[in-house]
């Protein structure tokens, strides 16, 4: 049944962007997923419209992060530099749960680039704690500087 539940989850992301509707951060959305929404938008970054992707990453970054990262434009800017644009478009990528609590959960991303080398990143997300309709969503709060890993050829 949890299986079930996890492809029906997928379906309904893959329905959200072919309709061209971003997901929003809900406090039924685990922190593994919110992580898996954040990739595989940027996996498909183009795919309901252009940096519709990159825009689904920011629905799901916390409040604290944005204020470091600026708006929107800003974190355009930045998932296209170098240090992630190896996030756009990649291949494929894993999710590893390294550590959690009740309040913040950090994982191990791996992601294969479209040129075929892997990246490791540290990702952290938390519960929004504050009073208004982000109350209890889990939402990213640190993604580290890739590592890189090396080619998979």
Partial sequence: MKIFFKVLFLILI???????????????????EVVSIQLSGLKNN????????????????????????????????????DSYQMMIDHLSHTITEVGSSDKWAQFEVIILDKNKIYHKFNWQVEKYTL???LRD????????????????I
């Fill in 46 to 81: 183009d795919l309901a419209y252009k940096d519709s992707g990159i825009e689904q990453t920011w629905n799901f970054a916390h409040p604290n992060n944005k204020r470091v990262t600026g708006p929107l434009n800003n974190f355009k800017r930045m998932i296209k530099s």
């Fill in 137 to 152: 969503c889990w939402m990213t709060t640190m993604v580290s500087s890739p590592i890189p890993l090396g080619s998979s």
């Fill in 131 to 133: 009073e208004g309709a």
């Fill in 14 to 32: 893959n329905v959200s962007f072919s309709n061209a509707e971003l997901l929003k951060p809900n406090n039924s959305i685990s922190p593994k």
